[in-house]
């Protein structure tokens, strides 16, 4: 029961890997973007390059370049903020399954041998918290099919049929359609071939951004070490080893995708990582970077200066004293 959620993730993440690299749904031929072939185009995927096609117009319109890297930028953040009520749940979901930790590893002491009552327990445990140990799947599983959609929309963009997207640069990246099914992975080898090192670092800095910020973010949804009491239970341990695994793969798989997409995919962790830090902190980064921890709590803890206190009410007798002294020198 407790490991679903992981299990969910990981046959999700190595579902989108297997369609992604074969291909599976690119449109061959020429494409029309007033004629969907289906439900799926009409309703997700010609949709999307429509709304790109508006927003690269209305950027190059202001005099704005890199009309279509803005447009997926402002697509990304358009979809982050739809997307912010279920990003909220699912946070707090996950800060609720992390406050459980303690009593979860109790029942697992207490009834370790016994797996079937250890799964009964733990489904107490979660409806008398009310926790939904798959909330926080929600919002990766809404991200897919929306992922996917823009996958097929770039390549709809990309097609000469349509040929919107081929050429299209932003900065350093010549062109957000490349690579292509086509191409996938070989630019690698060619680039080492004829040494063209330019191909190289344009092609192949935005996978690394896109690790290091899923690393981060990944890293960050996880309490600190110092919070779960330094336990070392298996499902930490294939945490652990997911939060490295599925950033690497993933990685690896952009490396034969269209770069606009990737870019999509970089934009949308680093406002993960934004939204992640106002809800909930730092998280699990300490761990990496113990600055981070001293900083958050030498601001947490910074005196704060008191306004100096009032003297002290004077007694009837310290307001007598004065008027006495005077008379006294009067005489």
Known sequence: MKRKPHRLLLVSALLFAAVALTGCGIPQGDVDLNAPPGWWEAVIVYPVAKVLIFMHD?????????GYGWAIILLTLFLKIVTLPL??????????????????????????KDRQKLAEEQTKLYREAKVNPLGGCLPLLVQLPILW???????????????????????????????????????IATSFTIRDWGMLFAYASLPIIM????????????????????????????????MFFMPIMFGYITLGLPSGLTLYWTVSNILGIVQQYFITGWGGLVDWIPALN?????????????????????TADERVKPVIKRRRRRK
């Open 58 to 66: 209305v950027i190059e319109g202001a005099g704005i370049p890199y």
């Open 87 to 112: 990003t909220l749940k699912q946070l707090q979901s996950t800060k609720a399954m992390q406050a459980l930790q303690p009593r979860m590893r109790e029942l697992q002491e207490k009834y370790g």
């Open 149 to 187: 959609g823009l996958y097929q929309a770039l390549y709809v963009l990309a097609n000469p049929s349509v040929g919107e997207l081929q050429g299209a640069g932003f900065y350093w990246i010549g062109d957000l359609s490349f690579p292509d099914l086509t191409t996938g992975t070989g630019w």
């Open 211 to 242: 690790i290091v910020s899923q690393l981060v973010l990944q890293k960050m949804s996880q309490p600190a070490k110092a919070a779960q009491g330094g336990a070392k239970d298996p499902q930490s341990q294939m945490m652990n080893q997911m």
């Open 294 to 314: 001293r900083t958050a709590t030498a601001a947490a803890s910074s005196p704060v200066q008191a306004p100096p206190s009032p003297p002290p009410p004077s």
